[in-house]
């Protein structure tokens, strides 16, 4: 099996330190991705709208994301496959990622490195790379590499922490007025305790999604009104934000 050139951090007390030089990733191995300024790491599948993509949540010196990525033998000469539980990290349409069940041509990917960042190529046509989008965070799949590209730490120094449930969210605001056609800013969702990590997936609605639709915490006014629009996490944590649309002139 061919090894790839990996750039790996390790652990010093609460404190990552770059390794001086690149060094060789095998099969069996277990690491962590994470985005190029370190603050972020792969949590796992999560739902964005109507596609999936890879949860971004916050990189620690305990990582509260998934079990770390395994890496197993690609099916293409040269390739490798990211493991994640009992499958297997894919691609199949668009930006989505997603995980599969076997290791095929789209669990399998090639990596390569300029400097300290990793470009994760799937096999196969077209090609898209697995990357980090800092605008809309999450780690999906692009058709060319004006995302953030990836790093990885190793999983061997790391301390994995224990299940912290979201007990209560809020929103950036808790009410909004627009005019039919406006888009607000994005509604952020700050989570309590603050050191969560279980649970933190959000799914957004709307009421009345002929006043105003929601996605991806972004509402649109669609016609005069008043709707709620709703954020739940995965166990059911709510909150919610009054908006108030008035005709256009």
Known sequence: MKKFSLFLMFVAVSLFSFADNLTSLSVGDKVIMINADAS???G?????????????????????????????????????????????????SGNTLVTAAEVDASSSWTVTFEGEDATVANVGTPERILSYNSSNPRFACYGNTNQKRVQFVSAGEVTPVDPIAVESITLSESALELVEGQKSAKLTVTYAPANANEGKTITWSSDKEEVATVADGVVTAVAAGTATITATTENGKTATCAVTVTEKQ
């Open 40 to 42: 972020k790491e792969f």
């Open 44 to 92: 796992g599948i999560a739902a964005f709208g109507s596609n999936k993509a890879g949860e971004a949540v916050d990189f620690t010196d305990a990582p509260a994301g998934v079990a770390p990525l395994e890496i197993v033998a690609g099916s293409a000469d040269g390739s490798i496959a990211f493991k994640t539980g009992d499958e297997y990290l894919a691609w199949t």
